[in-house]
C-alpha cells in the first residue's frame, strides 16, 4: 500500500517562496512527480524527480524558479517554489509512478498513486 501526503502549501505574496513536501510510504516508487490543478484547468506536470536514476524534469513555466529534491531515505520529495507569480496559484499534488516513461513524465496518467493535494495561493 502507497501513501502520499503533501503539505506546505499557504498564501504567499508575489515573488515569495513556499516548499512543498510529499511524505511518501509504503514500498519504492519509480519517480515522484509534482502536478497542479487550477480551478477549470486541467491537472499540469510541474516536475518529477526519478528514482532509478535521480533524472529531473520540469515544466517550462516553472523552470528557473522551481527546484524538485528528495531527503536522503527518498521517502520524502521537496517541490521549493521560489519567485511565485500570479498564475502559479492552484492545487499542487505529489504523485508516484510504478514505472514511468521518462517522455510521458508530465503527463497525469503515467501516475498509479496521488495525494490529496495542498492549496497554493499567491495574493498581495
Known amino acids: 500500500q502507497v501513501q502520499l501526503v503533501e503539505s506546505g502549501g499557504g498564501l504567499v505574496q508575489p515573488g515569495g517562496s513556499l516548499r512543498l513536501s510529499c511524505a511518501v510510504s509504503?514500498?519504492?516508487?519509480?519517480?515522484i512527480g509534482w502536478f497542479r490543478q487550477a480551478p477549470g484547468k486541467e491537472r499540469e506536470g510541474v516536475s518529477c524527480i526519478s528514482s532509478r536514476d535521480g533524472r529531473i524534469y520540469y515544466a517550462d513555466s516553472v523552470k528557473g524558479r522551481f527546484t524538485i529534491s528528495r531527503d536522503n531515505t527518498e521517502r520524502t520529495v521537496y517541490l521549493q517554489m521560489n519567485g511565485l507569480k500570479p498564475e502559479d496559484p492552484a492545487i499542487y499534488y505529489c504523485a508516484g509512478s510504478n514505472t514511468l516513461y521518462a517522455g510521458l513524465w508530465w503527463n497525469a496518467p503515467s501516475y498509479d498513486y496521488w495525494g490529496q493535494g495542498t492549496q497554493v495561493t499567491v495574493s498581495s
Open positions: 509504503g514500498f519504492t516508487l519509480d519517480a
